[in-house]
Every structure is written in C-alpha cells, then in structure tokens.
C-alpha cells in the first residue's frame, strides 16, 4: 500500500509512505529495544537518501551548502528519524511463535518494493513502514532488571541493504491503534522538508 504528500509548487517535492500491513490476534511481536545513540545517525538510509536525492534535482547547488549548516542540523533534528523517544528494535524470534515469519515477510516485501521503486521515487523522501494490528511489546534491560512493556511504535533497521552496498534501511513499525499518530509526525517531517526547500528560495 502506498501513501503520498506532495508539494504542488514548483521543485516537486512530497513523502512517500510504502505500507506493509500484517494482522495477527494470536502472536505478538517482541522487540529488543535500545535508545538512539549518536552512532546510529549515519546509518539512517532515509536521511541519507534523501540528501542524495537532493544532489540529484535542480536545486542541488543551493541546497547543498545548507547540509553542514546550523539550520540544516537544526531543521532536521525535528524529523521522526531522530526523535529519541522513538526506540530502535530488534526483532527477537521466539521459537513457539508464527508470528515471526509474518514480521519478515513484511520487510522483505518493503525491501523489494524499495528496490522496484528506486528510480520513480526520486521526488519523494520514502518511509517504509509496517503497520501491525496486533500487540507489540519491547524488552530491555533496565538497571539489572528485564522490562516488558507494551509498545505502539519503534523503529527497525534493516540491513539488507547493505549486502547490496547501500545505507541499511529504517523501517517504522507502528501499531494500528496508533497509525493515526504516526501519520501527525511523517506530516510534520514533510514540513521540515519543504521548509528547507523554502529557505534557500528555491
């Protein structure tokens, strides 16, 4: 399933949702989950794809300049990507659980549609994102003690990717009960986005 926002003006600019959805009232999910730190920044192939893109459109020239400014770093320290609050995963197979085969087939399914996507995409900044309608719980360790707790949305890194020498790729994965959420914050990213575009008037 794909979902879309597009700036109408003049350069083109919109965000891409490419939406598996998997449904299981049986199996839960369970994610190993960790805060962001400084180190996962470079990997985020969403950001990092979206500057390559950039490079690639006519306003490449004026754009390019603002990547290492305090503006750009300030602007793009709001979008989704970076929000601490939103935890990386790792999914953590159970071995009684079917559930687990649904999870992969769902990335598997976003990767492949990235890779046929790849060159009628280049306006779009691309989310790939999987919506389960089911329970999602994390697990982490939390001074000696393992906590599990529910969870409505976190963030998995594939890397299937980089096998095939591209930026691994951050999937959001979302609860159903709180897509509507998750689309407030990709609507607030396609702002920031076409701000930037806007302030270096172009």
């Known amino acids: 399933m794909l979902a879309m926002k597009m700036r109408l003006?003049?350069?083109?600019?919109g965000v891409?949702?490419?939406i598996e959805c998997k449904?299981?009232?049986k199996h839960e999910w369970v994610f190993h989950t960790q805060e962001k730190e400084s180190e996962f920044l470079p990997l985020l192939g969403t950001l990092i794809?979206?500057?390559k893109k950039i490079k690639?459109?006519?306003f490449a020239d004026?754009?390019?300049n603002l990547t290492a400014s305090d503006i750009m770093a300030s602007k793009l320290s709001g979008l989704h990507v970076f929000d601490k609050a939103i935890k990386i995963g790792i999914f953590n197979i159970i071995p009684s659980s079917t559930g687990k085969d649904d999870f992969y087939e769902a990335t598997k399914q976003i990767i492949s549609a990235l890779e046929s996507m790849s060159e009628g995409v280049k306006s779009f900044?691309?989310?790939?994102?999987?919506?389960?309608d089911g329970e999602i719980f994390e697990f982490y360790q939390e001074n000696n003690e393992t906590k599990i707790?529910?969870?409505?949305?976190?963030q998995f890194m594939s890397f299937e990717e980089a096998r095939a020498g591209m930026f691994p790729c951050l999937i959001d994965v979302v609860r159903k009960t709180y897509f509507s959420e998750f689309l407030r914050m990709i609507e607030r990213d396609f702002y920031i986005f076409a701000e930037l575009v806007k302030i270096k008037g172009v």
């Open 9 to 13: 003006q003049p350069p083109r600019l």
């Open 62 to 64: 004026k754009l390019t």
């Open 49 to 51: 794809d979206f500057v």
């Open 16 to 18: 891409l949702l490419i």
């Open 56 to 58: 690639s459109t006519p």
């Open 125 to 132: 900044i691309v989310f790939p994102t999987i919506v389960f």
């Open 149 to 154: 707790l529910p969870i409505n949305h976190l």
């Open 23 to 25: 449904k299981s009232l």
